[in-house]
């Protein structure tokens, strides 16, 4: 078996070709296997099959690949709402959309939820549309930031939750210890089973996202008409 | 050195007395330094200093060891407002107390949003006391465990946010595809630099979680009050 030696053959690279797009693809599936400590440089050159100083020619540090892995989920979230729709449907589509992405990308959550935006083209484009939709609505530039932050910590919060066992409230043998959540906990299952009384309900998270969501939106309705009618909010 | 040859010593624990409580404070410590995927039995009993056999006498499983975890962290958190204060205040506190916790245990996140709450003491206590608090304001029973989850969502996500950088939003070099958004963030950071104007605020995530939390009950108590006046909410 060892016939023939290896033979430098020209015009056809000796290992995959690398594009960015590959290797953002490679880290997503990388941390959603084996979570997001695992992923080094040498693992994830390990995994596209290339030498560690290829992957080093295209990105320079693990946080380079977490911008891209940031810039490729982040782009999948649908804000396009905000074009179109009335502030309160786009936050809520927006949200509704941002969740059922990330809780297909649970292990990239403790990640994304601290990295630093700049570098991210995608990210920032989305941001401006929610920014932007808002200033057009009558929303003061100085509340934009922190209910961008309110709506995103709802939703990875909400993202988990999502992925949670159903049971998850299910006291258990320890009923005992909580009479009124256990029978707050029967109500729901109850509710859930009916199909007629809340058709569009999926899950129990599904309606616990939803319920929340539309509180806190009421809740910045609440804020904004007092801030119109030139109250101190 | 070798002159003396071990002798059993009678009446004396050749390892140390494994505790639930000793078990748990590992688990916690193993976790923050190395996250829940390295947290195995085995790995576990070599940090304990025990045979897998020993620990296997106390916990079943890697999963009774995070209910101990579980457990043990809940009870830190403060819901003792709910025997005294009107419902707002005491789950304004609640969330207050449960981000303050996990922002101290990050990467126990993962695993505790989607661990089920039966054989967890603590945890059942801590939700009976939130739901015999809001049944006893007037709440409907069939509202809790929504308003449990919308709460709980907001304060994970929250916590993740109060360990992110402060310089999380800083568009960078890419500012001019966000102008909308990089001016937000300016003002937000304005604001946040005039300790005269928001004394009570610490850092740009407390401002963004007290405000998120404060429009999420004030949107429960518009609901609440819609019911009351026999509205469909």
């Known amino acids: 078996m060892e016939q023939e030696p290896p033979v430098r ?14 290797i953002a693809t ?3 599936a990388m941390i959603q ?10 693992a994830l050159a390990r995994r596209l099959g290339v030498s560690a100083s290829a992957l080093y020619n295209h990105v320079g540090s693990k946080r380079d ?11 999948e979230i649908d804000c ?12 809520e589509r927006w949200a509704r959309s941002y969740r059922e992405v ?9 990640v994304m939820t601290v990295l630093p935006v700049a570098d991210s083209p995608h990210t920032l484009t989305m941001y401006e549309s929610v920014a932007a939709g808002l200033a057009r609505a009558g929303w003061p530039v100085s509340w934009v930031v922190n209910a961008v ?3 995103e910590s709802l939703v990875f919060g909400a993202a988990y939750d999502a992925t949670a066992p159903e049971t998850i409230f299910d006291p258990g043998e320890l009923h005992e210890l909580a009479p009124v959540f256990s029978a707050a906990v029967a109500h729901r299952d109850l509710l859930l ?3 007629d009384a809340a058709p569009e309900v999926g899950s129990g998270a599904d309606a616990a996202f939803h319920a929340g969501l539309r509180s806190l939106l009421a809740g910045f309705r609440l804020r904004l008409e007092a801030l119109h009618r030139g109250e101190q909010p």
């Open 193 to 195: 089973q009916d199909g």
């Open 80 to 91: 396009s709402a905000f074009e179109t729709e009335d502030w309160e449907v786009a936050l």
């Open 26 to 28: 490679a880290a997503v």
């Open 149 to 151: 932050v309110a709506v």
């Open 9 to 22: 053959r020209r015009g056809r690279p000796r290992s995959p070709v690398l594009t960015q797009r590959k």
């Open 33 to 42: 296997e084996r979570g997001h400590r695992e992923l080094t440089m040498a």
């Open 102 to 110: 990330y809780s297909r990308h649970i292990p990239l959550i403790p």
């Open 65 to 75: 690949i977490m911008i891209l892995v940031q810039d490729r989920v982040n782009r």
